[in-house]
């Protein structure tokens, strides 16, 4: 009686053993499950954020315009005429030559010139006058051009900025004529037809064109580079290219 | 440390993941009716994070899927079971790495902030912890699917019911 008592007992132990052992081999795997999840998540995110953050350093994206509305609320309110940016009777005047597809002239429009708009062009002190200076490649032609023509259009400011915050490499291949109409899009110009036909005329090639030899000739030989002219100033000075928002204020200043 | 009880665990996530439902949704309102969420402390960060081209995936508004993850871990919480758990933590992971990849884009690509977009990533880290916690701890510890609908034993010690 007592020996099969025991070997009842044995064996419920041995059940037991077991069924405690296959559930700590089923913990066991999905523990392992979980690991295997979580190493997989962390390489996902990584590679995505590592793709993500290449991409967008490329820029030149006619489908994925960055930075619209802010563009908007920087220029908006703003008399434009042409490629001039402010009241046409403010006393002084601020000249840049650039090219769009300067990465410094990107710089410049993204971080330098937004407090001189902000301040002296807003309050009606000073204006901006782009005009091109096309020396880096020949992408940088239609890209200008195209900005005269929205200029024509009184959205040449807006253009010049959005072009800039979604510039992509230097003669990279992405100023499109797709790339050009999303951008002009962006940038509010209403009669697309008009401008598509106005950035292929030769008056406006001509005019891009003009602008360059003119910098030439003042002595330029990078972009962006600025002049001024003030009441106070000694005739067209030449500025080269200013460091910071502040020294722009300051040559303002100067010259009113 | 002493791992909560698995009851209290299944208490929080609820929580949490409603809360999170909350969020998404106000998030997809708002940006439904043409408007974008309200920053609390002024400010246009929401605006812009709504109107960047990141706010949306094949034209879909990425609050929907935080809506259906934070719903899946709300009925998680339901349910005791090890393909439950394991089925939750997997959710709140994914969660958890998209609310990585979404902060690291407010931060460095749109450079601006939505607090209601913070407030979803600190919830879906929040699930993250407990999911992991509720896997960790209890993992292996009952039957397969449906052994038990319900844990009779709402405080038990992890671990400490095979007597």
Known sequence: ?256 | MRIPSEANLRRAIAFIAALGVGVATYITIADSGGGSPTCLAGGHGCQTVAESSYSHIAGVNIAIFGIAGYLLLLASAFFVSDYVRLGAFAVALGGFGFSIYLTYLEIFKIEAICQWCVASAVLMTIQFLLNATRLVGYAGTDGDAGNGADDREPDREPEASTA
């Open chain 1, 1 to 256: 009686m007592s020996n099969k008592k025991e070997r009842e007992k044995r064996r419920e132990e041995r059940l037991a053993e077991e069924a405690k052992a296959s559930s700590g081999d089923r913990r066991t795997r999905l523990l392992q499950i979980g690991a295997g999840a979580v190493f997989v998540a962390i390489i996902v995110v990584v590679v995505v954020i590592v793709i993500a953050g290449s991409s967008s350093d490329s820029g030149g994206d006619a489908e994925n315009l960055q930075e619209v509305s802010q563009v908007d609320s920087l220029v908006q309110g703003i008399p434009q005429t042409k490629l001039v940016l402010g009241d046409t009777k403010a006393p002084v005047e601020l000249i840049e030559y650039g090219d769009l597809q300067c990465p410094v002239c990107k710089a410049y429009s993204e971080e330098i010139l937004p407090p001189i708009v902000e301040k002296q062009v807003k309050e009606g002190k000073a204006k901006i006058i782009f005009r091109n200076f096309l020396i880096i490649g020949p992408e940088s032609l239609p890209a200008g051009a195209a900005a005269i023509a929205a200029g024509n259009q009184g959205r040449g400011w807006n253009f010049l900025e959005l072009f800039y915050r979604n510039q992509g490499k230097e003669n990279g291949g992405y100023v499109t004529d797709d790339f050009i109409e999303a951008v002009a899009k962006g940038a509010g110009v209403k009669d697309i037809a008009k401008f598509n036909q106005e950035r292929t005329s030769k008056a406006v090639e001509e005019e891009a064109n003009r602008t360059t030899e003119q910098a030439e000739t003042l002595g330029f030989g990078g972009t962006p580079s600025f002049a001024i002219k003030g009441p106070n100033s000694n005739g067209l000075e030449l500025l080269g290219t200013p460091e910071s928002s502040g020294e722009l204020e300051e040559e303002i200043e100067k010259v009113s």
